[in-house]
């Protein structure tokens, strides 16, 4: 059974995978923090918006393929496939996402993935699209 803290993730993951922002930051907490581990972290739900409006200008796609999520009260943690695209360009990145609801609002979301593994994804996602761009040129 699905607890009410888990809709909120799903619905949240759900709106970012339809690249509506708003629908998005409309899930968070007017103190929300969200951070990409180690980066720095995004407090409040206005740099949270920017943060994700400036995701979405650098690509056109965003998937989610969720391999485990689990809710434990407040705390809703996900394990997941991150998919992101730019034209023919896709990197798929394993993620682990920690998620705090309160009263029906994400406060805090914090994902952890390795940097190493995403920046290989991004190279094999470039290696693809390029070797896409010359067989659509060749015909083939």
Known sequence: MRSDEQVVVEAFLAALEELDVD?????CGDDVVYQNVPLPPARGRSAVAKQLR????VGTGFEVEMRNIAA????VLTERVDILRRGSFAMEFWVCGTFE???????LWRDYFD???????GVKGAG????????RRLGR
Do not use: C, Y
Not at 23 to 27: I, P
Not at 54 to 57: D, I, R, S, Y
Not at 72 to 75: E, I, L, T
């Open 23 to 27: 629908g998005a930051v409309a899930l």
């Open 54 to 57: 400036t995701m979405m200008k």
């Open 72 to 75: 434990n009260g407040p705390v």
């Open 101 to 107: 609801v309160r009263d029906g609002k994400i406060v």
């Open 115 to 121: 940097w190493p593994t995403f920046l290989a994804a």
């Open 128 to 135: 693809r699209a390029a070797v896409g761009a010359v067989t």
